[in-house]
T-cell receptor, first 111, second 117 residues
Framework: KQEVTQIPAALSVPEGENLVLNCSFT??????LQWFRQDPGKGLTSLLL?????REQTSGRLNASLDKSSGRSTLYIAASQPGDSATYLC??????????FGEGTQLTVNP | GAVVSQHPSRVICKSGTSVKIECRSL??????MFWYRQFPKQSLMLMAT?????????EQGVEKDKFLINHASLTLSTLTVTSAHPEDSSFYIC?????????????FGPGTRLTVT
């Protein structure tokens, strides 16, 4: 059974700092991995999707990496802003469409 | 971009009543939709996978007679919480799978906050 773990569970940083969120998964037989953002009381916004054959994806200040063999992914946020405050979820998909989510990292960026 | 809508966004009902939540894919056809529930400060838990024209597949521990899922068209799936109880209060999120893109992509709705009093 696939298990997804995210570390840290919560993170508080001052504005402008670069930060890394970690995601690990137990079964490396994945189709892709996706990072989401969730604001309080809201649905999920997809940030980055990395196919199993890819090593990283970038979008603006966000960079996600994938090391499938070691079961790890990181989400790097450059020059963090207060608007980045949210819960960040990592999810992996096997060949079937069922996503397995991590518990999330609650990020607070202080002005 | 692809959009998934949910209705209602928020509902309060009395214990013992039934509540229906709609999930629509607005600009693509979704043969597969997913229903999740999320308790405060917890991650999303998959409840069931809904396939158009067939019975839903429920995850272990999810009562299919309590959470009725209907996926009658390629753009609409509904979740009905029957005889709701306070412990059913949660955030319900649907997701639709878009197979038309080169990369299979799952789009999420904005969620429905259910409060059972």
């Amino acid at each position: 059974k696939q298990e997804v773990t995210q570390i840290p569970a919560a993170l508080s940083v001052p504005e402008g700092e670069n930060l890394v969120l970690n995601c690990s998964f137990t079964d490396s037989a994945i189709y892709n991995l996706q990072w989401f953002r969730q604001d309080p009381g809201k649905g999920l916004t997809s940030l980055l999707l990395i196919q199993s054959s890819q090593r990283e994806q970038t979008s603006g200040r966000l960079n996600a990496s994938l090391d499938k063999s070691s079961g790890r992914s990181t989400l790097y946020i450059a020059a963090s802003q207060p608007g980045d405050s949210a819960t960040y979820l990592c999810a992996v998909r096997p060949i079937s469409p069922r996503l397995t989510f991590g518990e999330g990292t609650q990020l607070t960026v202080n002005p | 971009g692809a959009v998934v809508s949910q209705h209602p966004s928020r509902v309060i009902c009395k214990s013992g009543t039934s509540v229906k939540i709609e999930c629509r894919s607005l600009d693509f056809q979704a043969t597969t939709m997913f229903w999740y529930r999320q308790f405060p400060k917890q991650s999303l838990m998959l409840m069931a996978t809904s396939n158009e024209g067939s019975k839903a597949t429920y995850e272990q521990g999810v009562e299919k007679d309590k959470f009725l899922i209907n996926h009658a068209s390629l753009t609409l799936s509904t979740l009905t919480v029957t005889s709701a109880h306070p412990e059913d209060s949660s955030f319900y999120i649907c997701s639709a799978l878009n197979l038309n893109r080169t990369v299979r992509t799952q789009y999420f709705g904005p969620g429905t906050r259910l409060t059972v009093t």
